[in-house]
């Protein structure tokens, strides 16, 4: 068991139509974090959330959205896609400040 | 300016070569990572630093607080070292996000 996946792998979807990616655990971790790597620039805070229902926004939150319904999962929505939101999507969890983090491997999207 | 920068940006290595890649940051931290992110993209933890000096088989990491510094090393690289690391930190009070750098790309040639 990873203790984290993600959800789908790789994704290729069309400009204005609506995305989902789907972060799972199984630590049970209270901090959960959306990422994104683009070349040039390091790894990108999106959002993150710090408990069931408790989500903020990071460095490059415009054009999407997140939930968190249970401590297990946390959904990142692209609602309308665009190309500049072709990247790679890293999904990671700790259990706190201070503690390790684990990533998971990474979601491929492709917006065309 | 970028809070995190690393050097080298590239790094070309024999086997067998001692290998240092740096990172300094502009702001207060709680906490430092070195990660490794190889070809296939994975990203897997290394090292979380708070002071002083951590090792782990051939890899070892140091960082100074009051310089704003920390450096990772490589003893008798090899081959399979090859990837990108990259040093991420936890601004103070920041609820654990973390600042990145923009990664060191290591290859080291047979």
């Known amino acids: 068991d990873a203790g984290i996946t993600q959800s789908p792998r790789h994704k290729v979807t069309e400009t204005g139509t609506p995305v989902t990616l789907r972060c799972h655990q199984t630590e049970n971790h209270r901090y959960m974090y959306w990422y994104r790597q683009d070349p040039g620039h390091g790894l990108r805070l999106i959002h993150y959330?710090?408990?069931?229902?408790?989500?903020d926004k990071g460095e490059v939150s415009d054009g999407y959205s997140v939930s968190r319904s249970k401590t297990e999962d946390f959904l990142l929505t692209l609602e309308s896609a665009t190309s500049s939101q072709t990247s790679v999507y890293f999904c990671?969890?700790?259990?706190?400040?201070?503690?390790?983090?684990?990533f998971g491997s990474g979601t491929r999207l492709t917006v065309v | 300016k970028n809070e995190v920068e690393q050097s080298p940006q590239n790094l070309t290595a024999q086997e067998g070569e001692f290998i240092t890649i740096n990172c300094s940051y502009s702001v207060g931290i709680s906490a430092l990572h070195w990660l490794q992110q190889h070809p296939g993209g994975g990203i897997v933890s290394l090292f979380m630093?708070?002071?002083g000096k951590k090792k782990h088989g051939r890899l070892i990491a140091t960082i100074n607080i009051q310089e704003k510094h920390s450096s990772l090393h490589i003893t008798a690289s090899h081959p399979r070292d090859s990837a990108v690391y990259i040093c991420?930190?936890?601004?103070?009070?920041?609820?654990?996000?973390?600042?990145f750098g923009k990664g060191t790309k290591l290859s080291v040639k047979p």
């Open positions: 991420a930190v936890i601004h103070g009070g920041s609820q654990g996000n973390l600042i």
């Open positions: 990671a969890i700790s259990p706190g400040n201070n503690y390790g983090y684990t």
């Open positions: 630093l708070s002071s």
């Open positions: 959330s710090y408990g069931v229902k408790d989500t």
